[in-house]
């Protein structure tokens, strides 16, 4: 069974940083991609940030010079590093890996900004 589990939310106060964590374990098969995404009170999930296996990064606008994505491939495990949080990203943020032929899910983790 595949399991992908994600660690790092928290309570932090506007300006400052968290560090996200997510590692993905069991037959995965090959690992194509893997990402981010939150989802706010009221809001449709919205992707975050991806990465490909050959470190291809993507970021939403709101979030560009903010937040960096990065992997430890051997052991899948990707990372968010969050900077300069403002309370418009509070969100459950979710890790998505997208495995051959599979997407995978976590069950989030939740960030709170407050000013």
């Known amino acids: 069974q595949v399991q992908v589990v994600e660690s790092g939310g928290g309570l932090v106060q506007d300006g400052g940083s968290l560090r996200l964590s997510c590692v993905a374990s069991?037959?995965?098969?090959?690992?194509?991609?893997m990402g981010w995404y939150r989802q706010a009170p009221g809001k449709q999930r919205e992707l975050v940030a991806t990465?490909?296996?050959?470190?291809?990064?993507h970021y939403v606008d709101s979030v560009k010079g903010r937040f960096t994505i990065s992997t430890n491939n051997a052991k899948n495990t990707v990372y968010l590093q969050m900077n300069r949080l403002n309370p418009e990203d509070t969100a459950v943020y979710y890790c998505?890996?997208?495995?051959?032929?599979?997407?995978?899910w976590g069950k989030g983790t939740l960030v709170t900004v407050f000013s």
């Open positions: 069991g037959n995965l098969v090959s690992i194509q991609n």
């Open positions: 990465i490909t296996r050959g470190g291809s990064t």
């Open positions: 998505n890996v997208d495995a051959t032929w599979t997407n995978y």
